[in-house]
């Protein structure tokens, strides 16, 4: 569990006191009007994190050897429960470690052996909010 009045000294919060939570799209494109660069703000912002740490291999990031998923090495595994057990206590292991912004509720995990492919419910909080948030992702083995 996340140390919430640590948050709460972190979190930048708006005119409207909500708290505000921000990451920069991948492209770095720059708004037409303002041409300031575009973000994600608040939950958008969190389900990208959490998409980024779950598609990201440990060793995969410089400096930062301990951050990561490693789920790509289970999905050329049998599509077995077993398998979806693993992979679901993987996601929520990594949630808890690396993205403090959020708190997980539920990892559903549905194996797909036609497309293989495993789509992948999360349902969580982000801190200092109640309503929860889902995000879907397919996993699809690389060919």
């Not at 770095?28 to 389900?47: G, W």
């Not at 949630?95 to 495993?118: D, G, H």
Request: aromatic fraction near 12%.
């Amino acid at each position: 569990m996340a140390d919430i009045s640590r948050i709460d000294r972190i979190t930048r919060t708006e005119k409207t006191g909500e708290p505000y939570y921000s990451d920069f799209y991948n492209n770095f494109n720059a708004h037409p009007q303002n041409k300031r660069l575009v973000k994600y703000v608040n939950e958008e912002s969190v389900k990208r994190s959490i998409r980024n740490l779950i598609q990201t291999d440990k060793g995969e990031r410089f400096f930062q050897p301990e951050v990561g998923c490693n789920i790509r090495s289970l999905l050329f595994e049998p599509m077995v429960e077993t398998t979806s057990i693993r992979m679901k206590d993987m996601i929520e292991d990594t949630i808890s470690k690396f993205e403090k912004r959020a708190r997980v509720l539920s990892v559903e995990i549905y194996p797909f052996e036609a497309r293989q492919a495993y789509d992948v419910f999360i349902v969580f909080e982000v801190i200092n909010n109640v309503n929860p948030v889902t995000l879907n992702l397919t996993l699809y083995r690389a060919r």
